[in-house]
């Protein structure tokens, strides 16, 4: 049986028609994606938010805002130290993008 589409729903949708307004969240999206990866990392490896700061050199208070909002506050460098306090390395990837869309 098909649900019943909010009204949210449709105003996202009619608003993800927009280029620009797409391209937006999709960005947001993946540095969210960089976000959920970290706190799952951290899990895996059953360390606190405290003990992944400390080794990191950073506040407890940071890593939960860069795991729960990467985009401001995350740096190739914060980046680099977060993940070599869990065990891991950072790869950086290139890919093509979907579609281009013209910056004002």
């Known amino acids: 049986m098909k649900r019943k589409r909010t009204n949210w729903q449709r105003f996202f949708e009619s608003q993800m028609k927009d280029p620009e307004f797409r391209v937006r969240v999709e960005e947001e999206l993946r540095a969210l994606r960089v976000g959920a990866q970290?706190?799952?990392?951290?899990?895996?490896?059953?360390?606190?938010?405290?003990?992944?700061?400390?080794?990191?050199?950073?506040?407890?208070p940071n890593i939960s805002r860069i795991e729960n909002d990467p985009s401001p506050n995350l740096t190739l460098g914060r980046l680099t130290r977060i993940a070599r306090a869990i065990g891991y390395e950072v790869q950086i990837r290139f890919q093509p993008r979907r579609k281009e869309v013209a910056t004002r």
């Open 38 to 60: 970290i706190a799952a990392l951290r899990r895996r490896r059953k360390l606190s938010q405290t003990e992944v700061a400390a080794r990191a050199g950073m506040s407890a």
